[in-house]
């Protein structure tokens, strides 16, 4: 199936969803339990200069700082265990039972100690992406073919040559795959972070809405952190293409 196929299917697919979620509301008739499509972008429409001017930078801020040293502290942990299997050993426990715990069972004890601050809610990001980063990364460092690196070796390479010519190029298909994974991740953590308690953001004004029974404008940031993952994506698939230029790109 070529590109353009995939894509008519995929814009198909979402037109198909859109009519089942409005045919259900107006079967159920009862907008404070479902609303439709129109009804949300009405109360986006509604209430658009609070969330795009408030709360839309406050939860921008909280994805992109986040965000980023989650990548940043998942690929440090991942290159120490690929240099030396002692700390990997030692390590790769410790992050395991790190993922075992709910987030939400932890953020109630990082508001004791942060408040309900930014680093709060950053930190919260972090504890949900970081982890597949790292095992990602980590795998991708090990796939490296043995003979490559036989090879470079035999050509005189150091260790630190042979890693940035040849173990992170290989792996650099493993990091994208996780990234496609922290983006979502990154924003859900940070609207969960925001439910949990903070003074704006999107997850914000989607529980105050809730509160007051108002479930189209409790879907309306929602609906803006949706277009956001997917905007974040987008900007992920360029960047994807940029640096896995040598890749077959498939029709």
Same mark, same amino acid.
């Given at each position: 199936?070529?590109?353009?196929?995939?894509?008519?299917?995929?814009?198909?697919?979402?037109?198909?969803?859109?009519?089942?979620?409005?045919?259900?509301?107006?079967?159920?008739?009862?907008?404070?339990?479902?609303?439709? %499509?129109?009804? =949300? &972008?009405?109360?986006?429409?509604?209430? +658009?200069?609070? /969330?795009?001017? $408030?709360? *839309?930078?406050?939860?921008?801020?909280?994805?992109?700082?986040?965000?980023?040293?989650?990548?940043?502290?998942?690929?440090?942990?991942?290159?120490?265990?690929?240099?030396?299997?002692?700390?990997?050993?030692?390590?790769?426990?410790?992050?395991?039972?790190?993922?075992?715990?709910?987030?939400?069972?932890?953020? %109630?004890?990082? =508001? &004791?100690?942060?408040?309900?601050?930014? +680093?709060?809610? /950053?930190?919260? $990001?972090? *504890?949900?992406?970081?982890?597949?980063?790292?095992?990602?990364?980590?795998?991708?460092?090990?796939?490296?073919?043995?003979?490559?690196?036989?090879?470079?070796?035999?050509?005189?390479?150091?260790?630190?040559?042979?890693?940035?010519?040849?173990?992170?190029?290989?792996?650099?298909?493993?990091?994208?795959?996780?990234?496609?994974?922290?983006?979502?991740?990154?924003?859900?953590?940070?609207?969960?972070?925001?439910?949990?308690?903070?003074?704006?953001?999107?997850?914000?004004?989607?529980?105050?809405?809730?509160?007051?029974?108002?479930?189209?404008?409790?879907?309306?940031?929602?609906?803006?952190?949706?277009?956001?993952?997917?905007?974040?994506?987008?900007?992920?698939?360029?960047?994807?293409?940029?640096?896995?230029?040598?890749?077959?790109?498939?029709?």
């Amino acid at each position: 199936m070529s590109r353009k196929s995939r894509r008519a299917w995929g814009i198909g697919f979402g037109i198909f969803l859109l009519a089942l979620w409005e045919g259900l509301a107006l079967l159920i008739g009862k907008k404070y339990i479902l609303p439709g %499509p129109w009804d =949300v &972008l009405c109360a986006l429409w509604e209430f +658009r200069v609070e /969330i795009f001017t $408030v709360h *839309l930078p406050a939860t921008l801020e909280v994805i992109l700082i986040g965000g980023v040293l989650s990548v940043l502290i998942g690929a440090l942990f991942a290159v120490f265990m690929d240099v030396d299997p002692r700390v990997e050993r030692a390590l790769y426990p410790i992050l395991t039972v790190s993922q075992t715990i709910p987030t939400m069972c932890l953020a %109630p004890i990082f =508001v &004791l100690w942060l408040g309900y601050s930014v +680093r709060m809610r /950053i930190l919260v $990001v972090i *504890l949900i992406n970081f982890f597949t980063v790292t095992v990602n990364l980590y795998d991708g460092l090990q796939s490296t073919r043995a003979d490559r690196t036989e090879l470079l070796a035999t050509f005189g390479a150091s260790r630190t040559q042979q890693f940035w010519k040849l173990r992170l190029p290989s792996a650099m298909p493993y990091f994208f795959s996780a990234l496609k994974v922290t983006v979502p991740w990154a924003v859900i953590g940070a609207a969960v972070s925001e439910w949990l308690g903070a003074p704006s953001g999107l997850g914000t004004f989607s529980r105050a809405r809730m509160m007051d029974l108002d479930a189209a404008g409790l879907l309306a940031p929602l609906l803006v952190l949706t277009v956001l993952a997917l905007l974040l994506n987008g900007v992920l698939g360029l960047a994807e293409k940029k640096c896995l230029h040598w890749r077959r790109d498939p029709a």
